[in-house]
């Protein structure tokens, strides 16, 4: 396809119609720390494989986007010191002037669609952000799931949002939000945010039927799964709170704004829970990539019949 650039893999799992499901590239170069982020990748990816189906990491390298990731490719792109972080409005700019950076949920997204790939896991979608009735501050992650057919897992919005407002805004986007074997929208670290989910469906086979209906009625829209982080790994949600109020006035403080409020939000608390956090996040993407295969293998299942 003109203007992506496919990994051989991937290239081959869509020319043979085998599953594949993307996987954003942000994480490795703003949400883990170095060099971990290329050991959590790589293991992230066999979640994947071993799920059967394909990974495709999207990223932007010299200004191609790339559709899977070659070992050399994720090696430079988890140890570049100036990554950038990019969403649907810098994608033009990050293409036409050869710049490298990863991917954010939007810009995934937009790729994913562009490959082909309808199936998509990440860690948290970005929303809401607290305070936005000031200043305005709301993820492109929201108007791109009202906008581009791909099939999102995530383990709900990120815990630093305005949950209640995220959701509020899917809604009235026609977004459609399904709990995986849940009743309550789980809120990234924590397993529920005591806000019910609209919607809930029980196994990958029900989530990718009630997706096939929605394209076939031509819904454009993307679908968001809400997967809560395996129990064993969820953090209390009180003593979050408490660490996400202290990290939310430590930015206002230091005047941190932008593309940048994220990532120092979740360094400010993974010192606070002593990495805690950290091991959180990494199996709560784990979680959804395992989903997104499953997801990915039942709609291979329905074109197959």
Same mark, same amino acid.
């Given at each position: 396809?003109?203007? #992506? ?26 949400? $883990?720390?170095?060099?971990?982020? $290329? =050991?959590?990748? &790589? ?6 494989? =071993? ?10 390298? +010299? ?20 990554a950038v972080k990019?969403? &649907? ?10 710049? =490298?950076?990863?991917?954010?949920? *939007? *810009? ?25 009735? #000031? ?7 929201? +108007?791109? #799931?009202?906008?581009? !057919?791909? /099939? ?33 929208? !789980? ?5 529920? =945010? ?6 809930? #469906?029980?196994?990958?086979e029900e989530i990718?039927?009630?997706?096939? *209906? ?21 953090? +209390? ?10 990290? /939310? ?37 784990? *979680? ?18």
């Open positions: 396809m003109t203007g #992506l650039i496919f990994s051989e893999e991937v290239e081959s799992a869509l020319a043979e119609g085998r599953p594949v499901v993307a996987l954003e590239s942000t994480i490795l170069t703003h949400g $883990l720390p170095k060099p971990d982020n $290329l =050991s959590i990748g &790589r293991e992230i990816e066999a979640e994947i494989r =071993s799920a059967g189906a394909v990974p495709a990491t999207i990223a932007v390298l +010299d200004g191609t986007a790339r559709i899977g990731l070659s070992t050399p490719d994720m090696i430079r792109l988890c140890s570049a010191d100036e990019l969403s &649907r409005r810098d994608l033009g700019v990050a293409l036409s002037q050869g710049w =490298s950076g990863g991917t954010t949920v *939007a *810009a995934t997204m937009i790729l994913a669609a562009k490959a082909g790939i309808e199936v998509f896991a990440t860690g948290g979608i970005g929303g809401v952000h607290r305070g936005a009735e #000031l200043d305005f501050d709301i993820s492109a992650d929201l +108007d791109e #799931l009202a906008r581009t !057919p791909v /099939l999102v897992i995530s383990a709900g919005a990120k815990s630093i949002l305005d949950l209640p407002k995220t959701l509020e805004v899917l809604e009235t986007k026609g977004v459609p939000v399904i709990g995986y074997r849940t009743d309550e929208f !789980p809120a990234f670290f924590c397993g529920s =945010s005591g806000l019910r989910v609209p919607l809930r #469906l029980e196994n990958p990718a039927a009630a997706w096939r *209906a929605g394209r076939d009625l031509g819904l454009e829209t993307g679908m968001l799964v809400a997967n809560p982080v395996p129990e064993e790994h969820a953090l +209390d949600r009180a003593t979050m709170e408490r660490i996400i109020d202290d990290a /939310l006035f430590e930015a206002k403080r230091t005047g941190t704004m932008g593309k940048q409020v994220t990532p120092y939000l979740l360094a400010q608390i993974r010192t606070a829970t002593g990495g805690a956090s950290l091991t959180t996040n990494i199996e709560l993407v784990r *979680a959804n990539a395992r989903l997104g295969a499953g997801i990915a293998v039942a709609l291979r299942a329905l074109r197959q019949n």
